[in-house]
Nanobody, 126 residues
Framework: HVQLVESGGGSVQTGGSLRLSCAAS????????MAWFRQTPGSEREGVAA????????FYGDSVKGRFTISEDKAKNTLYLQMDNLKPEDTAMYFC???????????????????WGQGTQVTVSS
């Protein structure tokens, strides 16, 4: 099993920045890919950014390209999401997810990810 704990959420104004962290523990060596998703009440989870762990390969949703950066620190077993130039439409609960099976070809299919964190809230005011 893999345990994921997110942190770093908060409230910022439009144009501000936040860095989310996702600390992994447990059978973390089995993780093949990780991703950040976000969700607002009444909506489906939306894929934001994803990476094949240890490869440097990343993928971003169209709405965040050029503003968000996903990265990992293998020594700290931590995944990050640097969010710059934040907009009110970025307001959501952000979740970290981990996939322990080989990449299945769909970065943002939430059903490919077996483990999830509890989420951290990001609020962007205009």
């Amino acid at each position: 099993h893999v345990q994921l704990v997110e942190s770093g959420g908060g409230s910022v104004q439009t144009g501000g920045s936040l860095r989310l962290s996702c600390a992994a523990s447990g059978s973390k060596s089995s993780v093949r890919s990780m991703a950040w998703f976000r969700q607002t009440p009444g909506s489906e989870r939306e894929g934001v950014a994803a990476t094949l762990t240890g490869s440097g390969i990343t993928f971003y949703g169209d709405s965040v390209k050029g503003r968000f950066t996903i990265s990992e620190d293998k020594a700290k077993n931590t995944l990050y999401l640097q969010m710059d130039n934040l907009k009110p439409e970025d307001t959501a609960m952000y979740f970290c997810a981990a996939d322990v099976f080989p990449y299945g070809g769909q970065w943002f299919n939430q059903y490919e990810y077996e483990y999830w964190g509890q989420g951290t809230q990001v609020t962007v005011s205009s």
